[in-house]
Nanobody
């Protein structure tokens, strides 16, 4: 069983920055890829960013492209999301997720392990 624990959320003003972390523990951790998703109140969980674990190929939702950067530290089994130029519409609970196989990276159903989420609130 893999445990994923997010941290780094908080409240920030529009235009500010936050860095989220996701620490993985448990059985030997070697995912095919990991991703960040977010869910705002009353909305469905949506894809934010994705990275393949071995090669480091990245994909982003159009809404966060250029502003957000996903990265990983394989030695520390840790995933990151650097968020810059934050906007009020970025307010949501952010989740990290891991998957062991290839598939549609933007579908939450493609991921087998999830963290508990961390709240990000951006005020105008």
């Amino acid at each position: 069983q893999v445990q994923l624990v997010e941290s780094g959320g908080g409240m920030v003003q529009a235009g500010g920055s936050l860095r989220l972390s996701c620490a993985a523990s448990g059985r030997t951790f070697s995912p095919y890829a990991m991703g960040w998703f977010r869910q705002a109140p009353g909305k469905e969980r949506e894809f934010v960013a994705h990275i393949t674990w071995r090669i480091g190929s990245t994909y982003y939702a159009d809404s966060v492209k250029v502003r957000f950067t996903i990265s990983r530290d394989s030695a520390k089994n840790t995933l990151y999301l650097q968020m810059n130029s934050l906007k009020p519409e970025d307010t949501a609970v952010y989740y990290c997720a891991a998957r062991g196989t290839s598939g549609y990276y933007y579908y939450p159903q493609s991921y087998s392990d999830w963290g508990q989420g961390t709240q990000v609130t951006v005020s105008s």
